[in-house]
């Protein structure tokens, strides 16, 4: 029966050891963001140093992504991927003895955010790219797809462990635990018997050449000029991430303001967004492929628009939960699918580039999206903010689609 088939990505061998160590590390991961915040708050009592904290965090994205995707294009990506998890060891470990020595300080917590961001933006891009060299190319939007799920999985565990943990033992033991975390995709990572496919070819080459960093950004760039399809899709995806996704940060004050309610329920609303996500990774990733993806990817971008509409809207609870479920179906559903297209249209030895600018456009505007979004809803209300940011998703679906409908390989 079909909904009991396996998602095609899993034949693979190294795939099935990466989601293993993913799953673990990202669960970690979402316990060491929620300690983070928690801890900052602790010391701070201050919304401020948690906006600057989460800022030292996001920074490295807009500063250090593009030269992480050129050094994703030049050596193995999965010896890039062992390193940068055994890199990502040491914030984790450090802010746990900093906390038991009593010595730490929201100095030291912006610090290694700084740090563990600088990592991920050499880790984001490779991992990115990595993923069609463990799959190819058949398997590639049901790997995407299955990587999303195990992130939202992980980001419905993580943050309850991470609960339970600061009240019945201590904030430190979720960083020493995150540390840990990373043994597992480490020991996977090395299990993998396949090397890049790119390793003995043209990768090589390229890396003995020298070249500097202006001639690897312009190759991508060139490459950008002649394929309309996916310049489109980043524009859209960097639109989605300035007016679409940034509407989570309004919900804690739509739950208290619509629904008079206590963390509870906001709570509540984070998990039925993050429910419709899963949804969305699970079902694609049981499909082999998405036909047709460049309207499949301006569908969703209204529908999550006018989705987002009726949800400023609502003024009924279990309305909301469901709407927030389809918003979060709707964004997987997009960027999974973006995702992949872009991948399947880039040549193998700009990979690494594409989806550094891809991470740099989804990741890198989140910080202005947020300030941005923020600052509509405290002139203009929650609700009013939340229908203006529905209109500009709209208006940016509306015309990926009608330009890729004219638009002829």
Request: with cysteine; charged share 10%; proline share 4%.
């Amino acid at each position: 029966m079909p909904f009991l088939r396996l998602p095609p990505a899993v034949n693979s061998r190294d795939f099935r050891l990466y989601m293993a160590g993913q799953m673990v590390s990202l669960t970690g991961t979402w316990m060491q963001s929620v300690a983070q915040n928690w801890l900052v708050w602790s010391l701070t009592n201050s919304s401020i140093y948690l906006g600057i904290v989460a800022g030292a965090s996001s920074l490295p994205m807009l500063l250090f992504t593009i030269p992480g995707g050129i050094i994703a294009d030049r050596f193995s990506k999965r010896k890039i991927l062992m390193a940068t998890q055994i890199l990502s060891i040491i914030p984790a470990l450090l802010l746990g003895i900093f906390i038991d020595l009593r010595i730490i300080t929201v100095f030291h917590i912006a610090i290694f955010a700084f740090l563990l961001g600088s990592i991920n933006a050499l880790d984001v891009p490779t991992r990115q790219s990595f993923l069609i060299e463990m799959v190819g190319r058949e398997s590639l939007t049901s790997a995407i797809a299955l990587n999303s799920a195990i992130f939202n999985g992980a980001r419905l565990i993580g943050p309850v462990i991470a609960g339970v943990i600061i009240s019945f033992f201590s904030i430190s033991t979720c960083f020493y635990l995150n540390a840990i975390s990373y043994i597992p995709i480490i020991l996977a990572l090395n299990m993998m018997k396949s090397e890049q496919r790119n390793d003995s070819s043209e990768l090589w080459h390229r890396k003995k050449e020298g070249r500097t960093l202006l001639p690897e950004i312009k190759e991508a760039m060139d490459f950008l000029r002649s394929d309309p399809t996916v310049f489109h899709t980043l524009l859209l995806v960097m639109a989605f991430s300035l007016f679409g996704i940034p509407y989570i940060i309004l919900l804690p004050v739509i739950a208290t303001e619509v629904f008079s309610s206590s963390a509870g329920i906001y709570g509540i609303m984070m998990g039925a967004q993050g429910a419709g996500s899963l949804a969305a990774a699970l079902s694609i990733a049981l499909r082999q492929e998405v036909s047709n993806k460049r309207m499949h990817i301006g569908f969703f971008t209204v529908i999550f628009s006018i989705v987002l509409f009726f949800f400023a809207l609502s003024k009924e609870l279990f309305l909301s939960l469901l709407l927030l479920f389809l918003a979060g179906f709707c964004i997987i559903s997009l960027l999974a699918t973006a995702n992949s297209l872009i991948q399947h249209r880039t040549p193998d030895n700009l990979r690494g580039r594409i989806m550094s600018i891809y991470t740099l456009v989804f990741l890198g505007m989140a910080p202005a999206g947020n300030l941005l979004v923020g600052s509509l809803a405290s002139v203009a209300g929650a609700a009013t903010g939340l229908k203006i940011l529905s209109l500009l998703t709209m208006v940016g679906g509306l015309v990926f689609t009608v330009t890729e409908r004219y638009n002829r390989d």
